[in-house]
């Protein structure tokens, strides 16, 4: 009977413990607002071997756009990217001719997985849509983001894309979103 008494002490708290680490971890899997909604604003920069021009170092080229984010969890997301570009520049291609790209509209979908407290590692695929050419693009990238009160988040990124039989551009950016 003792032995029985004593089981009944120890186990009957440790399943309250257990009860209450189980509906902390559904309450805080209720408490993440899935949809992100953001506005982005960046900077491409592209290396001077890819530009026509041989007195132009480099090119930064403004880029705004909007992104829209849906979490899985608190460690895993797809993003659909849109993104226009604000600048004109000339490009040469492996032969040396000159491609002229005006105002491109990128979209990617692009995942990411938090590897580190709001720290993500993010990759995917999408396609530059212009008057001369469209190109596919291979995007990789970090981003952090952090709330900075109720549902607003700032996330700055650093991103680095690969476009097919073309160039790259390295695009730093904030972007600032809504969780909804």
């Not at 930064?60 to 849109?82: C, E, M, R, S, V």
Request: hydrophobic fraction near 40%.
């Amino acid at each position: 009977m003792k032995k029985n008494l004593l089981y009944l002490l120890l186990i009957v708290p440790i399943m309250g413990l257990a009860q209450e680490h189980s509906n902390s971890i559904t309450n805080h899997e209720e408490d993440l607002k899935k949809i992100k909604i953001s506005l982005a604003f960046s900077q491409a920069y592209i290396p001077s071997h890819h530009l026509h021009e041989e007195s132009e170092t480099s090119q930064l080229i403004p880029t705004n756009g909007i992104d829209i984010q849906y979490n899985f969890n608190h460690k895993f997301f797809a993003k659909w990217t849109n993104e226009l570009e604000f600048l004109t520049y000339n490009l040469k291609n492996d032969e040396g001719e000159e491609r002229v790209r005006e105002n491109a509209f990128l979209s990617t979908v692009t995942f990411g997985y938090e590897f580190y407290h709001k720290l993500a590692v993010i990759a995917g695929v999408g396609y530059e849509f212009e008057k001369s050419k469209d190109l596919r693009v291979c995007r990789l990238g970090l981003e952090y983001s952090f709330n900075i009160g109720g549902n607003w988040e700032l996330a700055p990124e650093l991103l680095y894309d690969i476009k097919e039989d073309s160039h790259t551009a390295i695009t730093w950016g904030l972007a600032i979103g809504y969780r909804i």
